[in-house]
Structures are given as structure tokens and as C-alpha cells.
T-cell receptor, first 115, second 113 residues
Framework: GAVVSQHPSRVICKSGTSVKIECRSL??????MFWYRQFPKKSLMLMAT?????????EQGVEKDKFLINHASLTLSTLTVTSAHPEDSSFYIC???????????FGSGTRLTVV | AQSVTQPDIHITVSEGASLELRCNYS??????LFWYVQSPGQGLQLLLK??????LVQGIKGFEAEFKRSQSSFNLRKPSVHWSDAAEYFC???????????FGKGTKLTVNP
């Protein structure tokens, strides 16, 4: 079945630094990937839709200059949290879609802690 | 706009008991419906999905769900719960299979021995 690999699974960084999270589709080509943020005991909040070869589409209220998304190939999308602050600490999850109707496959998530 | 409601924030059942998790959606056309399960600190695993056809959908781990258009519901069921089923369950609705998903707030399932 479709597999999405997300890396790293956990990262701790200092305030003011940047962190890059990778999302790879291992056995299928993903023209569209999604980035979600999940607060403790809350549901998933869609941050942005990432399309290969084009600019990401951000949801309302999400700062595109802070959360940089790059989808340079059909198997890789990256989310960079720039100038991270403690309030950016969260669980970030990516998902990818292969062919229409195949459904969405989620990565295992990244726990970001900013200290 | 699409929306998903999971009325039960937390459900506790005994091991071996039956389970039903409720999900109601709001969407103008025929929705694409999904149930996902999430263990603590993990990503989401797809349990089952409904796109079209038979309204009773079988999933992994013995789960099933029934799409009822008249009730705008897609409830998840399992006849006999196992301790390993304890997790957070999310219902989601999508459009066309290639659009963003809208998630419910989730239902936390606790299984008592």
C-alpha cells in the first residue's frame, strides 16, 4: 500500500532557529500533499496544500512566511518553520494523495518542541 | 462549507463490548468519507473510506461503517472491542478524493479490561 515517510519524528530546537520537516511518498507519486498541525487533544488543522511545481496554498490565518512549504518533486514536500518560537511547538503531520480515488496517506508526524 | 461533527468527545467501553462512534457531516454533494485512527504521538492510519457504491464499508481491524445519506451520518462500528483499539478516532470528509480533508474533533476511546 501507499506509504508516506515523515522525518524527523521528534525535534527540539532553540527559539529563533529554523526547522525543516520532510514528507516523502515512498511508493507513489504525490501531486498533492497537505500539511496539518495538531494541538494537544485537538483535531487536525489544515495549514496548507502543497502542489508539485507550484506555490503552496495556505489556509486563512497561517503565516506563509513563517511556514515555508516546498514541493520540488512528486515524492517530496518540505515544511520549514522559520524563526521558531515556543508557540510553534506542536505536532505536524503531512499527508499525500496519489491517484484520484486512492485516498489520503498520512505520515507518522513530527513532534516539534521549541525551547 | 463542509463540516464534520463527532458528538462524543470520549467514550469508554469494556473489552469485548460492541462499539459505535458517531459522525455527522455537512456537505452539499456526495461526500468522500473517511475514518482514521491515531495512537498517541503517532500519525493517522486509515481504517476505511467511502466513495460510492455499497453503503456498508468494511475496513481494517474488524471495523465497519455505514453511510446513511438521509441522516448525513457515517458511524463507525465494531462488534467486539479489543484493548488495543484504545486510541483517538477521527472522521473526515473530502471532496472528489483529491481535495483537502475536513476533520471532526475526534473521539477518544478508552477500553476497560
Amino acid at each position: 500500500g501507499a506509504v508516506v515517510s515523515q522525518h524527523p519524528s521528534r525535534v527540539i530546537c532553540k527559539s529563533g532557529t529554523s526547522v525543516k520537516i520532510e514528507c516523502r511518498s515512498l511508493d507513489f507519486q504525490a501531486t498533492t500533499m497537505f500539511w496539518y498541525r495538531q494541538f494537544p487533544k485537538k483535531s487536525l488543522m489544515l495549514m496548507a496544500t502543497s502542489n508539485e511545481g507550484s506555490k503552496a496554498t495556505y489556509e486563512q490565518g497561517v503565516e506563509k512566511d513563517k511556514f515555508l512549504i516546498n514541493h520540488a518533486s512528486l515524492t517530496l514536500s518540505t515544511l520549514t518553520v522559520t524563526s521558531a518560537h515556543p508557540e510553534d511547538s506542536s505536532f505536524y503531520i503531512c499527508s499525500a494523495i496519489g491517484q484520484r480515488g486512492s485516498g489520503y496517506t498520512f505520515g507518522s508526524g513530527t513532534r516539534l518542541t521549541v525551547v | 462549507a463542509q463540516s464534520v461533527t463527532q458528538p462524543d468527545i470520549h467514550i469508554t467501553v469494556s473489552e469485548g463490548a460492541s462499539l459505535e462512534l458517531r459522525c455527522n457531516y455537512s456537505y452539499g454533494a456526495t461526500p468522500y468519507l473517511f475514518w482514521y485512527v491515531q495512537s498517541p504521538g503517532q500519525g493517522l492510519q486509515l481504517l476505511l473510506k467511502y466513495f460510492s457504491g455499497d453503503t456498508l464499508v468494511q475496513g481494517i481491524k474488524g471495523f465497519e461503517a455505514e453511510f446513511k445519506r438521509s441522516q448525513s451520518s457515517f458511524n463507525l462500528r465494531k462488534p467486539s472491542v479489543h484493548w488495543s483499539d484504545a486510541a483517538e478516532y477521527f472522521c473526515a470528509v473530502g471532496q472528489g478524493g483529491s481535495e483537502k480533508l475536513v476533520f471532526g474533533k475526534g473521539t477518544k476511546l478508552t477500553v476497560n479490561p
